[in-house]
Structure formats: structure tokens, C-alpha cells
């Protein structure tokens, strides 16, 4: 292919959607809202590579108010793949990413495994592995967890402070308020101590995040969200250093299936990953 017909540049929202059923193609299962939520939030974060106006890889770089960035989707068209592409698209996200965080920010990714030598060329470190397990949803409700709505929005993001490296107010008021989504915490002493949202995703349902202070409040709270969706397909996806997560899936009858290399460039953010029990997302954090 000849590179110079190549142009790099936001994506419009048609694209997006293209990008959308590449990734469900892929078998990456997004939820069903997740793209257009983080479009709503930063449509800059969508980036197109063009050949003569026909868009043939994408990707995003997601900026949280210029403290914290997260290069997530990076897909090149499967009949183009081996030429290069995906190197060239990779480099200048990553740049782009840079040019929008303030000086010494840090970007975060989930890359998968076998491409964690070129991330780390590029200037990643390998932080830990988050885990996708899946298996059908069996859970129990609980009286004591509570509709998030119930909640101020400042109090859910103080908590989500502790698991995230930003603030990331509008995403977290449109990801726990999207169709088709249950999202629920625990108080006590009048602080919130784990929040979750279930939601569903291309197949099947997606829980994230999932935060506790506690692995027992961790599994009062997935608990309740498995019991929204009882009988569904489900997928979390845990952090490997959180062992009582791991144990928490596993008691849940959930089994691992995938993963990805968490990295980031910049200094490794200072999280309590001790009480992260569900990831976001693979694509944005």
C-alpha cells in the first residue's frame, strides 16, 4: 500500500459506529452505550487513519481533563492488516494523547499480551494483568445495597477518586444512568464504601466498575448485581494483584477466558487496587 495516500484525523460519528462493529467483530463485546457514552464525552478521543476518505483503522485516546489519558479501541481493517498500519496509527495516538495531557501525565492502557514488547517500546511499563472471567450470572439481592441514584453525584466521584486516575464526572453520569443498566452501592456510617453498575453489553452483560473497600462488601454488591440479571451471560474483568477478587469470581462460578496487560507511561498511578473488583472498561479505563 502506498502510505502517502494515508491521513490521520478525528473521526466523524458514522465512523464511530463503523469502529464499533469492527470491535464486536473483534470479539472485544463492548457495552451497548460504551462508545457513544465516551463519544458524548470526548469526541476528540476518536481518531481516524483514511485511505482516499475511507476509513481503514481507528482508535481512541481518551483525555480526563488533561490529568490522565487512556489509549483504548486500536483496530486496524483485518484485509490491511501486516502493512504497517497499525504501528504508524499507534505512534500517533499515542502522540496526540500526549499533545492534549498537561506535561507528566500519565496514560494508561489494556493491551493485549502478545503485543506488550512494542507497547513497551513505545514507552509503557507493564503495571499488572486484568482478567476476563465470564460465566452466567448467579447472585443473590441484598437489602442493604441501594440504587445509586439515591446517592449525590459528588459522593460517587469522591469514591470513584480512589479506584480512577481523574476526575471523570460526565462519564461516570452517563455510564451509570444508560439503559438497560443497573447501578448500585453500599453506605455505611453514611459513606458510600462500593458502588457497581451491570450493563448490558453486544452479548450478554458487562459488569464495571466494580469498587469496595471491602472484598465482603465486594461480594454483597456484585451479589446484588448478578441477582439484577439472574441467568444472563456476565463478564467482569479483575485485576490480577486483587487476589480476593480473583477468589470473589471464582466463588461467583465465573472462569477466566481473557485478558490484558495493564501498562502505562508516565508514573504508575497510586490506586487502591486492593478494592478494585471490576474494571471499567478494556476501551476507556
Not at 481533563?65 to 502493512?83: S, T
Not at 466521584?157 to 479506584?163: A, C, K, M, T
Request: net charge negative; proline share 5%; aromatic share 10%.
Amino acid at each position: 500500500m502506498n502510505q502517502s495516500d494515508i491521513t490521520l484525523d478525528q473521526m466523524t460519528r458514522h465512523e464511530v459506529s463503523t469502529l464499533e462493529q469492527w470491535a464486536c467483530s473483534e470479539g472485544w463485546n463492548p457495552g451497548r452505550a460504551d462508545i457513544g457514552i465516551a463519544w458524548q464525552c470526548d469526541p476528540q478521543a476518536f481518531i481516524a487513519m483514511r485511505r482516499e476518505g475511507e476509513l481503514i483503522a481507528g482508535g481512541t485516546v481518551m483525555s480526563y481533563g488533561g490529568q490522565f489519558g487512556f489509549m483504548g479501541l486500536f483496530i486496524v481493517r483485518a484485509d490491511l492488516r501486516g502493512e504497517g498500519l497499525g504501528a504508524r496509527l499507534w505512534h500517533h495516538r499515542r502522540d496526540r494523547l500526549l499533545a492534549r495531557l498537561r506535561p507528566g501525565a500519565t496514560i494508561g492502557m489494556d493491551g493485549v499480551f502478545n503485543m506488550v514488547p512494542f507497547y513497551t517500546r513505545g514507552g509503557f511499563q507493564l503495571a499488572w494483568r486484568d482478567l476476563r472471567f465470564e460465566g452466567v450470572a448467579q447472585g443473590q439481592p441484598d437489602a442493604g445495597v441501594v440504587d445509586l441514584a439515591s446517592l449525590s453525584a459528588s459522593e460517587i466521584e469522591r469514591f470513584d477518586r480512589r479506584f480512577f486516575p481523574a476526575a471523570r464526572p460526565h462519564l461516570l453520569q452517563a455510564w451509570i444512568t444508560q439503559p438497560g443498566s443497573h447501578a448500585l452501592g453500599i453506605v455505611e456510617s453514611g459513606q458510600l464504601v462500593a458502588y457497581g453498575v451491570v450493563r448490558p453489553a453486544q452479548s450478554g452483560f458487562k459488569i464495571g466498575p466494580a469498587f469496595a473497600l471491602r472484598s465482603d462488601l465486594a461480594e454483597r454488591l456484585i451479589g446484588s448485581l448478578m441477582a439484577r440479571i439472574e441467568g444472563q451471560p456476565v463478564q467482569l474483568d479483575v485485576p490480577e494483584p486483587n487476589e480476593a477478587g480473583l477468589a470473589l469470581a471464582a466463588r461467583f462460578g465465573l472462569k477466566e477466558s481473557f485478558g490484558c496487560a495493564r501498562m502505562y507511561h508516565g508514573p504508575v498511578p497510586e490506586l487502591e487496587v486492593s478494592g478494585l473488583f471490576g474494571v471499567t472498561s478494556f476501551e476507556f479505563g
